[in-house]
């Protein structure tokens, strides 16, 4: 038998309880804490206030998460420090920074507010941002000195309202390229100041485009040839300008008649001596050849088109003889009947269908017996021959490239032949 325990409470000895599974049950009084303990929302005297010390778990590799509203123990560093997440008024994580944070690339909402910022040194320009509007950063050389990209853009020179002095470099200024001199509209004046102009002829010669008003005295090389010229009122020597060519041991002036008209000799041509009034085609004979806007001819002109092919306008009735005929009695489809076995033009037929329906006779371009599948070979022609009727056409000048083939149907490009067999004459050339 087990002896049963008591306790003294301060008045009386009690008897101690076990629960269930044989453990003390033990009553404690006060907060029940570890340490001295505060009420959510107390109010804190500094120097007064007893409290409990911080203890932190040094954990600086952990990535597991606390579930929601479970107890966990706080972070610390190897320096004691508590890990310490910022966070916004609502409730999202927030990057450390010098001032407000902006992401890379991250489009602007206008109104933000801004930190000074500060310049990236990069000698070799290179773009940092993929979307016009996005966040970047300022660049500068070297030296500090900020690029400005004026590329694209017209840079305005202005004198400000005054005048725009430019430094000669010692009395000379170099351009390079070609300067453009524009009137506006007008003309361009040149002033002589008083004095005389000088132009550089470039090495003994100048150009001048358009008409050049001379006024004045004008001095003429006193080398000129003279001449006895009439004047109208009698003969005068003067200084006359003609036209030289050229002869052995020097040039000559072209001679004129007593006219006025110049002398030319027609009895060679190119250095070939003209052929005249000889009545024989040669090397020197003189051909004509007519201008297309001629007038036309109002007397006959004879021509000899013996080796030459002549143009015919207006009718011209061809008598191309008579055609070769070609009976075909008893067509059908097991009937094959070759017109022509060449190519052949065919100008007659006359067709007599016995049949109480309309028969067909389909014509075509074939020339080898066998080379036609009805049904399948496409005719050339197809004639439709009522009941019980003939048909017949004359100078049909139909032309066929290979030769001519013809059977007899019951429709226009089948394969099934009349009940009975067809009537048929051909005329072909």
Do not use: C
């Not at 340490?35 to 597991?64: E, K």
Request: proline share 2%; glycine share 14%.
């Amino acid at each position: 038998m087990a002896a049963l325990g008591y306790a003294w409470d301060g008045a009386a000895f009690q008897r101690l309880q076990v629960d269930g599974s044989g453990n003390l049950k033990v009553a404690v009084t006060g907060a029940g804490s570890g340490g001295t303990s505060s009420a959510d929302g107390a109010t804190y005297t500094a120097g007064t206030t007893a409290g409990t010390p911080l203890m932190v778990a040094r954990d600086d590799t952990s990535t597991t998460q606390l579930a929601e509203d479970k107890v966990g123990i706080a972070r610390g560093t190897a320096f004691r420090a508590v890990h310490v997440n910022l966070r916004d008024s609502s409730g999202n994580e927030v990057s450390v920074g010098g001032g407000t944070q902006y992401a890379e690339d991250a489009a602007s909402a206008g109104g933000e507010s801004m930190t000074l910022a500060g310049a990236v040194r990069q000698d070799t320009i290179s773009a940092n941002t993929s979307t016009d509007g996005d966040y970047t950063y300022l660049k500068t050389d070297s030296a500090g000195r900020l690029y400005v990209n004026a590329a694209g853009v017209a840079v305005p020179v202005t004198d400000n309202g005054g005048n725009l002095s430019i430094d000669d470099g010692g009395n000379s200024i170099t351009v390079d390229g070609t300067v453009t001199v524009q009137d506006g509209g007008g003309a361009i004046s040149v002033d002589d100041n008083g004095s005389t102009i000088s132009v550089d002829d470039g090495g003994g010669s100048l150009t001048v485009d358009g008409t050049v008003a001379v006024s004045g005295t004008v001095t003429v090389d006193s080398e000129l040839t003279t001449a006895d010229l009439d004047t109208g009122a009698g003969t005068d020597t003067r200084a006359v300008v003609g036209i030289a060519g050229a002869a052995s041991g020097g040039a000559v002036l072209v001679q004129a008649t007593s006219g006025g008209a110049l002398k030319h000799d027609v009895t060679s041509l190119a250095g070939t001596a003209v052929d005249t009034n000889s009545g024989n085609k040669s090397a020197g004979t003189q051909r004509v050849v007519l201008a297309t806007d001629q007038p036309q001819l109002t007397n006959a002109l004879k021509v000899d088109g013996s080796a030459v092919t002549q143009p015919v306008s207006g009718t011209v009735t061809a008598n191309p003889g008579g055609a070769t005929p070609v009976l075909k009695n008893g067509l059908s489809t097991t009937v094959f009947s070759v017109i022509a076995s060449q190519a052949a033009v065919l100008e007659d037929y006359y067709i007599y269908n016995p049949n109480s329906s309309v028969a067909y006779v389909q014509i075509f371009d074939v020339a080898t017996s066998g080379g036609v599948t009805l049904g399948t070979t496409t005719p050339k022609w197809s004639v439709g021959v009522p009941a019980t009727s003939a048909a017949n056409v004359s100078r049909l000048g139909l032309s066929f490239a290979n030769g001519i083939q013809v059977a007899a149907t019951t429709t226009a490009t089948g394969s099934t032949g009349p009940s009975s067999s067809l009537d048929t004459n051909w005329g072909y050339r």
